[in-house]
Nanobody, 124 residues
Framework: QVQLVESGGGLVQAGGSLRVSCAASGRTFSSYALGWFRQAPGKEREFVAGISRSGSTTFYADSAKGRFTISRDNAKNTVYLQMNSLKPEDTAIYYC?????????????????WGQGTQVTVSS
């Protein structure tokens, strides 16, 4: 089992950058694929980016491609989402999620463990 705690959210102007982090407890962090999801007011939660257990494979939603970068540091039990060229439509609560896997790939769904979320607000 893993517990996930996000941090780094905040208010940023359009065109700016922000990095959110997700720290995990436990000694089996490298057994989990990790993903970032977001939920804007009045909208369903959506997948943003995912990274495999080793970090060798990543996958992005179309809305994140070219602007966001997901990475992980298994020695620090932390996954990051670097967000550049932010737009007002990126405003949402960003959630970190984990799924324990045997393979080294990026699942798009089926995540079992979730953090509490961190608010990202992009002003125009």
């Amino acid at each position: 089992q893993v517990q996930l705690v996000e941090s780094g959210g905040g208010l940023v102007q359009a065109g700016g950058s922000l990095r959110v982090s997700c720290a995990a407890s436990g000694r089996t962090f490298s057994s989990y694929a990790l993903g970032w999801f977001r939920q804007a007011p009045g909208k369903e939660r959506e997948f943003v980016a995912g990274i495999s257990r080793s970090g060798s494979t990543t996958f992005y939603a179309d809305s994140a491609k070219g602007r966001f970068t997901i990475s992980r540091d298994n020695a620090k039990n932390t996954v990051y989402l670097q967000m550049n060229s932010l737009k007002p439509e990126d405003t949402a609560i960003y959630y970190c999620a984990g799924q324990r896997l045997y393979g080294d790939y990026v699942p798009h769904d089926g995540y079992d463990y979730w953090g509490q979320g961190t608010q990202v607000t992009v002003s125009s």
